[in-house]
């Protein structure tokens, strides 16, 4: 049963980057129909997609945070990662990585696993 | 980009009801659309994929239904553990609803 956890700083300063981790077990990163995401949500809000990588390396990005995000993998730590720079108050949040299982032959796809998630706060 | 609108926003319903949520797209989705559940303090979890599709070993009380712009969940006896906040979401450039937080009456 594949599971993923988030890691890194619970507090960053404001203008600084947010840099976060998901460890992958279970399962190869690299393996199967899937890519890999991060979500955050704001506290009592909704949820909000960051962006999501294929093991290969190619990423797609919210456009609303694309200027300021950088998603990563490493494959041979069967790991993920997530950087926004610039952060202010508004990135305060819980962030989730999770699995998206996606159908080859449609494109369809879905967010299949996810991390317990991991509150991250900005503030000085 | 593709806003995502459920409705209602929050529902009271009693154990035994049968309740749907609605979710709205701004333009087509297809069936590019997915539903989950959260519970307080803990992530997300999914129930329909590909607007009918039940996730494996989701109780079967859970349909899902729609294409295009209208998508309906529905649960067809409520039971005490499906008091939670549902989301859709659309997987054509990934945008979730608001949320529909369903409270015991």
């Known amino acids: 049963q594949v599971q993923l956890q988030e890691s890194g700083p619970g507090l960053v300063k404001p203008s600084q980057t947010l840099s976060l981790t998901c460890t992958v077990s279970?399962?190869?990163?690299?393996?199967?129909?899937?890519?890999w995401s991060w979500i955050r949500q704001p506290a009592g809000k909704g949820l909000e997609w960051i962006g999501r990588i294929f093991s290969i390396g190619s990423t797609n990005y919210n456009p609303s945070l694309k200027s300021r995000v950088t998603i990563s993998v490493d494959t041979s730590k069967n790991q993920f990662s997530l950087n926004l720079t610039s952060v202010t108050a508004a990135d305060t949040a819980i962030y989730y990585c999770?699995?998206?299982?996606?159908?080859?032959?449609?494109?369809?796809?879905?967010?299949?696993?996810w991390g317990q998630g991991t509150l991250v706060a900005v503030s000085s | 980009d593709i806003q995502m609108t459920q409705s209602p926003s929050s529902l009271s319903a009693s154990v035994g009801d049968r309740v749907t949520i609605t979710c709205r797209a701004s333009?087509?989705?297809?069936?590019?659309l997915n539903w989950y559940q959260q519970k307080p303090g803990k992530a997300p979890t999914l129930l329909i994929y590909a607007a009918s599709t039940l996730e494996s070993g989701v109780p079967s009380r859970f349909s899902g239904s729609g294409s295009g712009t209208d998508f309906t969940l529905t649960i067809s006896s409520l039971q005490p553990e499906d008091f939670a906040t549902y989301y859709c979401?659309?997987?054509?450039?990934?945008?979730f609803g608001q949320g529909t937080k369903l409270e015991i009456k």
């Open positions: 999770a699995r998206v299982r996606y159908d080859v032959l449609t494109g369809r796809n879905w967010f299949d696993r």
């Open positions: 279970g399962d190869s990163i690299s393996s199967g129909s899937y890519y």
């Open positions: 979401q659309q997987s054509y450039t990934t945008t």
């Open positions: 333009q087509s989705v297809s069936s590019y």
